[in-house]
């Protein structure tokens, strides 16, 4: 096997350096498999050397030792912005890539593998990550991979063996890790890794690095540092001072050496630093480790050394229950140039989460929110995450741009991401979103795709709209009315066809003519009854009667509709010969109808759907009369229950346009309860029934279309079981 | 222009006269150079308010050369042939110089890996310079090592492709008829196939012959012959080495070239020219590619071969200037203060292989209570500096006094033949004796010539007043490089650093 080039980074600016796995030895091979540790600088800076076009920014201990930008002394090259601190460079992507890649080359050139380590805190965000990643880029490091400090120190730690005992599968290991603003807190459970050949120990990393901030800082110790330099400045005129390079040895607890500084007017002045570095006294909250309590092991990583190592170390441990494994300063760079060895073997480095996605969807209940990335999830560092289950969005015809609501984890605010779909899909299409994301591998790829369209979209979480309201807020404002139901149908009633009229008698005259007569005239009375003059009826749909109808009359109704009701008991007997007036007479008042003339219906029509005839059956409309009869009538539960049933039970292709699907028409239009009692099933199989119907009408004279627009209306109905239901 | 044939000369050229292999090819001009003359900018100085610009002119690629007139200098041997004269055997004796010499400062390349011990270890490889029975690492010995597999791979299996060609075949051997072949056969006289094949009973057709002459053999034909030439050259330059490891591997090396080489004509496998357009093959073939990416760093180097051989004072410049800072950085009470960034170039122009700004380095010398500065080819050069015409010096100043600081002009004369130090001592001493008189923001009492020793080191001191010179001649490997390093650690532990008073 070829031994490939090796190398991990710890440019954290700070105090930078890198393990690497070759050596070049000048008038000689390259020597391979040798760990090789090249420190950088203490506060590392890159200079820009050359003039013109061989300006080339330069870092490392090149830069270290150059007198560019030192300041006037130096001449033309100590200009002030020939040199930029390498920690400025990190937190302002405004600066090309190349400036911080100079960062890289200067300390190694040529890997094949680079690991890179970042800190463990939310200050990593995304967009550092890639800025990071393009200076790789342009440092040609070879294939890349970010990995945490807190996951770094547990490797070494782990390939030193000071873990000793906690080695094994299940071990929660604390770090406190020493950056800037204070320390960074994490805790790592070790996991052995089976997925490949050899087993070996993995840290898992399921949160981010909380941050304790603390003076005794790097920055904190750095400017001590500086003031401490400073105070021996003689006069004002100090500036040359502020570049001593004692000031980084001083912070970091190196030792310190006379220095000789350059004037701006190019005069030497030796700067003799003090032996030490006068740490600012605090003291640690006694809890502020309480995160780390119950592991098994705590780590202790800085960069510093010597006498500010130790008091730093003591403090920490003042407050700190249990032992502390202290690392060495380098510990994080040959902890990269593990991983980068794990990472071109192809053995997994480490465990890490993803910050969480959502976004929201319309559900049957409503907008949603809808996760991207699943709960507990962690993945092997550089292996690619995609959302297990899309989440699907439907583009409707013509739609030109839509909106994706989005959440990050990382983020506190929600985002509103207007996607334009370029050309409007002529039909309805559906659109899939998901989240393809490796861990601390830069931002999330928000991806849609349309298979109808063949179309693919990203999602730009950065060019979306920030919203200034919580996810909650923007959920519930997402919750929109269910669709209409429409009203139960009522058709009225009026007092005109009450009154007599120029072309015949009223209703009250003829019940006030009938009711003395002894066969009274069912056929007559039922006509009046089901006559519409100015679309209103004698009696509403609801059996409601007009107000200004006198008592008397209604009484008069009311005993007919006893009498009537008595013949068709007979009827239904045998005793008298059918007829259907009366049966007119009575389903013709609607809900006014006793329920009693429901039960002979219904029998009627049990008697029907089990082939045999019935007494009321008269002739072929008869039948027309009591399914529609039945339908006015309808206002017992029971009753409809049956009827549904029985209409349900019967094929549906046998159906005819007046019996069933007007009874149909009837019962779901009317009724409150007859469409609860509709299954899903049913509500396909009846709408399968209207379009059959309404294909079955165009183009006819529209003769038979009068019962399935109101089936269709009776569907929507359903809407009372299934709020969002076509 | 005043030409002068040694840069501290103050005698100029008479015109008419040209420069001759023993001269240093450096003359002077005011503000405006003349039109049409080969040369480099060495240095652009002032004095009394007159501007001087220092100027190089480069070795003639011919033997001779016009603007500015160079007559009877020795031509780059070219690759294929032996040296037989001596004209030619010392031709092939200056170019295995300049590769040493080049081969020192490509030292500092590798040394940059590790910036923090830079001169360190190219102090170290400079060491390792000095035994010339271990030669060091060139980019043939790296094929040498790299490539040797790879022939053997490809010589087995070297692609070949199926040629069509038309032919008169016997009938019964006829497998394909194209175009062509029935046009003939229906010109042929006779009724049926057998009478138009005539008593021959052949006809024309299609025939398929396996053939080699593909780009990417003539490609491979191409490196091996170069590979081979390099090689052999190598070898020549190292002749003290033969007994060595790398010696033995080149040599293998060479006689596979050599004899895949033969095969190659053999097979009627054509020789590709240089800045061919590579083929699938040679892009996506691992061999053929390893071969090709060889091939092109051979003929680079050939390329600027010519360029090096021009500008060898260029290099010789640069090759002195670390000589002084590794010789300062090796006193034990040096401290680096500052060092200008390397900067690595692609490719050499005009012989130069590096960038760098100014000061190149600073060091302070502790408890000497020195601060010394190493410059070259400086932007602004005081008057001394101009009057001198030496673009290398040292600046040296106390930091805890205002004296005047001191200056140690350097020289750093390149010729093709070797210099007379003991003459070159006192003439420069002549014109620094001459310049101390002038007065000036700086004391200038001391110069340095490093100057190629030829193989035959030597180092001569010459005064004048309190005008000193030293001369040093040093090669860039074997025992003149170790013999030179050792005067030069001399120079710099001499008295230059005290005594202004």
């Known amino acids: 096997m070829t031994v490939r080039k090796l190398c991990g980074y710890d440019v954290n600016g700070w105090r930078d350096g890198v393990a690497r796995n070759w050596v070049a030895r000048p008038g000689d091979e390259e020597e391979l498999g040798v760990v090789r540790i090249v420190e950088g600088a203490v506060l590392p800076e890159v200079v820009l050397a050359g003039e013109g076009k061989s300006e080339r920014w330069i870092g490392g201990a090149q830069a270290d030792l150059a007198p560019h930008g030192r300041g006037g002394g130096w001449g033309k090259f100590g200009a002030q912005e020939r040199r930029r601190t390498v920690r400025s460079l990190i937190n302002d992507g405004s600066l090309p890539p190349g400036t911080l890649a100079a960062a890289f080359t200067g300390l190694a050139q040529g890997a094949s593998h680079s690991v890179i380590a970042i800190e463990d805190a939310s200050s990593t965000t995304e967009q550092l990550q890639e800025r990071i990643f393009a200076a790789l880029g342009a440092a040609r490091a070879g294939k890349p991979l970010l990995v945490w400090r807190s996951v770094l120190s547990v490797l070494h730690a782990l390939e030193l063996g000071s873990l000793r005992t906690y080695a094994h599968d299940g071990a929660r290991i604390g770090i406190i890790g020493h950056v800037g603003a204070g320390f960074s807190l994490q805790t790592l459970r070790l996991r052995a890794e089976t997925r490949t050949s050899m087993v070996h120990l993995v840290p898992e990393r399921r949160q981010v690095g909380m941050l304790l901030e603390s003076e005794i800082g790097y920055t904190g110790l750095v400017s001590a540092a500086m003031a401490q330099i400073r105070s021996l400045a003689p006069d004002n005129r100090s500036d040359h001072y502020g570049t001593a390079r004692s000031i980084g040895r001083l912070a970091f607890g190196l030792q310190t050496k006379p220095e000789p500084l350059r004037k701006a007017n190019g005069d030497w002045e030796i700067l003799c630093p003090p032996k030490e570095l006068s740490l600012p006294l605090i003291e640690l909250d006694a809890d502020v480790f309480s995160e780390l309590r119950d592991c098994d092991a705590i780590l202790f990583e800085s960069l510093t050394e010597g006498q500010v190592r130790l008091e730093i170390l003591r403090q920490v441990q003042a407050v700190l229950q249990g032992p502390l494994t202290p690392l060495p300063p380098t510990s994080v760079a040959k902890g990269a140039l593990i991983a980068a060895e794990r990472y071109a073997a192809g053995k997994t480095v480490y465990l890490d989460f993803l910050p969480r996605i959502a976004t929201i969807v319309q559900g049957s209940e409503g907008a949603m929110h809808y996760d991207l990335i699943g709960e507990a999830e962690t993945l092997p560092a550089g292996s690619l995450y995609r959302s297990p289950k899309p989440a699907r969005f439907a583009l409707q015809t013509g739609q030109a741009m839509f909106h994706v609501f989005l959440k990050k984890e990382t983020h506190l605010q929600p985002r509103k991401a207007l996607v334009e779909v370029g050309s409007p899909p002529q039909q309805a299409t559906p659109v899939d979103l998901w989240v393809e994301q490796v861990p601390a591998a830069g931002r999330a790829k928000i991806l849609m795709q349309a298979p109808a369209l063949a179309r693919q979209f990203s999602v730009d979480w950065d060019a979306a709209e920030i919203l200034d309201a919580t996810w909650e807020d923007v959920l519930s404002g997402l919750a929109t009315p269910p669709p209409t139901i429409p009203k139960r149908l009522v058709l009225p009633c009026g007092i005109h066809a009450w009154h007599d009229t120029p072309r015949g008698p009223g209703l009250l005259t003829l019940l006030d003519a009938n009711a003395r007569l002894a066969g009274p005239d069912w056929d007559t009375l039922a006509t009046k009854l089901s006559a519409r003059p100015f679309g209103q009826y004698c009696i509403s749909s609801d059996g409601e009667v007009p107000g200004e109808v006198p008592n008397d009359s209604l009484a008069q109704l009311q005993e007919l509709t006893w009498r009537a009701l008595d013949d068709l008991r007979g009827m239904a007997s045998g005793k008298r010969t059918a007829d259907t007036a009366q049966l007119r007479f009575l389903t013709w008042q609607f809900r006014r109808c006793p329920t009693e003339v429901g039960d002979l219906l219904l029998d009627a029509w049990t008697a029907r759907s089990q082939g045999q005839s019935h007494p009321f059956a008269t002739s072929g409309n008869a039948w027309i009369l009591i399914r529609q009869g039945l339908g006015r009538i309808m206002t017992v539960a029971e009753h409809e229950k049956r009827a549904v049933e029985i209409l349900l039970r019967f094929p549906m292709r046998m159906w005819a346009w007046r019996e069933e699907t007007a009874a149909a028409a009837f019962l779901l239009s009317r009724s409150d309860q007859s469409p609860r009692l509709l299954d899903r099933k049913d509500v396909d199989r009846l709408g399968e029934r209207v379009v059959e119907e309404f294909r079955e009408s165009v183009g006819t004279g529209y003769t038979r279309f009068q019962y399935a627009p109101f089936l269709l209306v009776g569907l929507l109905r359903w809407r009372l079981k299934s709020p969002r239901a076509l | ?501």
């Open chain 2, 1 to 501: 222009m005043r030409r002068f044939e040694r840069p501290w000369s103050g005698q100029e050229l008479k015109s008419g006269v040209p420069y001759g292999p023993a001269a240093c090819l450096v003359s002077e001009t005011g503000r405006e150079v003349p039109k049409g003359f080969e040369h480099a900018e060495l240095m652009t100085g002032e004095f009394r308010g007159e501007a001087r610009k220092l100027l190089l002119h480069p070795y003639p690629k011919r033997g001779a050369g016009q603007k500015p007139l160079r007559e009877d200098f020795p031509i780059r041997p070219p690759l294929n042939r032996e040296p037989k004269t001596q004209d030619e055997e010392f031709a092939a004796e200056t170019l295995r110089r300049m590769n040493e010499v080049l081969a020192r400062i490509q030292e500092l390349e590798d040394a940059l890996d590790d910036p923090i011990s830079l001169w360190p270890r190219l102090r170290a490889a400079w060491k390792r310079a000095e035994d010339e029975a271990d030669p060091r690492m060139a980019e043939i010995v790296k094929q040498s090592r790299e490539i040797g597999p790879v022939l053997k791979d490809l010589e087995h299996r070297i692609r070949r492709v199926l040629r069509r060609t038309r032919e008169l075949t016997p009938l019964d051997r006829v497998q394909e008829l194209d175009r062509a072949s029935m046009l003939w056969l229906s010109r042929q006289p006779g009724r049926t196939v057998a009478e138009r094949a005539g008593p021959a009973q052949r006809i024309l057709s299609t025939v398929r012959h396996e053939n080699f002459d593909t780009l990417e053999n003539r490609m491979f034909h191409a490196y091996v012959r170069l590979a081979s030439l390099v090689a052999r050259e190598w070898q020549r330059e190292h002749r003290r080495a033969a007994g060595s490891d790398r010696y033995r591997l080149v040599d293998v090396f060479r006689l596979r070239c050599r004899a895949l080489a033969r095969d190659l004509a053999e097979m009627k496998v054509g020789v590709a020219e240089p800045g061919i357009t590579p083929n699938y093959v040679l892009i996506q073939d691992k061999g053929y590619r390893t071969v090709r990416l060889a091939w092109e760093r051979l003929i680079r180097r050939e390329r600027i071969l010519d360029d090096l051989w021009a500008w060898q004072a260029q290099t010789w410049t640069d090759f002195s200037v670390l000589a002084i800072v590794l010789a300062i950085d090796e006193m034990e009470e040096t401290q680096p203060i500052a060092q200008s960034p390397v900067v690595w170039r692609q490719e050499a122009v005009t012989g130069r292989w590096f960038d760098q700004d100014r000061p190149l380095a600073v060091f302070w010398l502790e408890q000497t209570g020195r601060i010394v500065e190493v410059q070259a080819r400086p932007e602004q050069p005081g008057a001394l500096l101009t009057l001198a015409r030496a673009h290398v010096s040292l600046r040296i100043t106390d930091p805890s006094r205002s004296n005047l600081p001191r200056r140690v002009a350097v020289w750093t004369p390149h010729a093709m033949e070797r210099l007379n130090i003991e003459k070159a001592a006192k003439g420069a001493v002549a014109t620094l004796a001459e310049i101390t008189r002038i007065a000036s923001n700086e004391i200038m009492r001391d110069g340095l010539i490093l100057t190629p020793a030829h193989g035959e080191a030597g180092h001569a001191t010459s005064s004048q007043g309190t005008a000193r010179v030293d001369v040093i001649a040093l090669d860039a490997s074997g025992d003149t490089l170790g013999k030179g390093m050792e005067a030069l650690r001399d120079f710099i532990r001499r008295d230059i650093w005290r005594g202004n008073e």
